[in-house]
C-alpha cells in the first residue's frame, strides 16, 4: 500500500496523509503516514483511543509531536480524537507546528457540529497555529459519519468548509506569515508557564 501511495505522490508532486492500521510490534495501531513521494515515509500512532470498540482493536501509540516539513512548513498530525485534548496540540505547537493535520473518522452522534465548528478554530487560535481537521462524510456497515471537514486560521476564522451531507474537497492557502500580527497579540506559547 505505501509504495503505491509513494509512487501517486511522486508522479502528481504531492503529499498525502493516509489513515491505516498498522500491524506493529505484536500489537495494531490506528495509524496515519505523511508521504511526499521523496522522502521516508512518517507514521503517527493515535494516542487517545476513543470508547470500547477502539480500545478493543488498538493499542495506543505513545502521546509524541510527530512533525514533517513540507514546503518549508512544520506539519504535525494528530487523529480524531486526539484533538479533542488540549495538551496534544499545545505538545505539536510548542515543538515548532505551524499546522496541525487531523485525519477523523467523527460520528454523527457525540456533538460532531461542536467539535468541528468551535473547538477546531479554538485550538487553532489558543495556540496560533494552522488546524486542517479532515473528516469522513456518509456511512460504513457500522457508522454514520458527520462531514463538516474545516481548515482553521490561527486567527480562529475558517478559512474552508465543508457540509456533513456530501463528500466535498475544501482548500486554504496556509500562510503563517499572515497572521504574525495576531501571533504578536496574542503570544500564547511564549508567556506559557509550566
Known amino acids: 500500500m505505501i509504495q503505491e501511495l509513494e509512487r ?4 502528481n508532486n504531492i503529499a498525502l496523509l493516509v ?4 500491524a506493529a510490534d505484536n500489537a495494531l495501531y490506528n495509524s496515519a503516514t505523511f508521504i511526499n513521494g521523496r522522502d521516508q515515509p512518517t507514521i503517527y500512532r493515535k494516542s487517545h483511543l476513543y470508547g470500547d470498540f477502539e480500545r478493543g482493536l488498538f493499542q495506543p501509540g505513545d502521546p509524541v509531536a510527530c512533525l514533517v516539513e513540507y514546503c518549508g512548513l512544520k506539519i504535525g498530525f494528530l487523529i480524531c480524537y486526539d484533538v479533542e485534548f488540549p495538551e496534544n496540540i499545545r505538545r505539536l505547537a510548542q515543538a515548532g507546528a505551524q499546522l496541525v493535520a487531523v485525519p477523523t473518522a467523527l460520528p454523527v452522534n457525540g456533538n460532531p457540529e461542536f467539535i468541528a465548528r468551535k473547538m477546531i478554530p479554538v485550538r487553532a487560535f489558543e495556540n496560533q497555529i494552522f488546524v486542517a481537521y479532515v473528516n469522513y462524510c456518509g456511512a460504513d456497515k457500522m457508522f454514520s459519519y458527520a462531514g463538516l471537514s474545516a481548515i482553521a486560521a490561527p486567527n480562529g476564522q475558517l478559512l474552508a468548509e465543508a457540509d456533513g451531507r456530501s ?4 482548500f486554504a492557502d496556509i500562510s503563517p506569515e499572515d497572521f504574525a500580527e495576531i501571533a504578536a ?3 500564547y506559547l511564549r508567556d506559557l508557564r509550566v
Open 167 to 170: 463528500e466535498t474537497l475544501i
Open 19 to 22: 489513515g491505516f492500521v498498522e
Open 8 to 11: 501517486i505522490a511522486r508522479i
Open 185 to 187: 497579540a496574542n503570544p
